[in-house]
Nanobody, 123 residues
């Protein structure tokens, strides 16, 4: 059974940083990509970034370039989302998701989802 478990969310002041983790288990993910999405109140789920399981391919949404980075620790089956220079507009529930093969930006392309972790940025 595939499990994706996010952690690392919380309350942070504007300008601060957080690092989210997504621990993956339940199958061989060597042919998968992991994506991060977020959903702010009243908004659609939004692509944040993605990474191939081998770490060779990464993608960050244009609006977050320069502030967010994504990485993977294959030994721990864990994907990380480092978020810097946070603003109140980054407040959302952040989700980790997995799909076969290439990174995709549409949540519809992902097969497995975590339960999400809340990030709240205060002004």
């Amino acid at each position: 059974q595939v499990q994706l478990v996010e952690s690392g969310g919380g309350l942070v002041q504007a300008g601060g940083s957080l690092r989210l983790s997504c621990a993956a288990s339940g199958r061989n993910f060597s042919r998968h990509s992991l994506g991060w999405f977020r959903r702010a109140p009243g908004k659609e789920r939004e692509f944040v970034g993605g990474i191939s399981w081998n770490g060779l391919n990464t993608r960050i949404a244009d609006s977050m370039l320069g502030r967010f980075t994504i990485s993977i620790d294959n030994a721990k089956n864990t994907v990380f989302l480092q978020m810097n220079a946070l603003t109140p507009e980054d407040t959302a529930v952040y989700y980790c998701a997995a799909k076969k093969f290439m990174i995709a930006t549409s949540p519809k392309d992902y097969d497995f989802w975590g339960q999400g972790t809340q990030v709240t940025v205060s002004s």
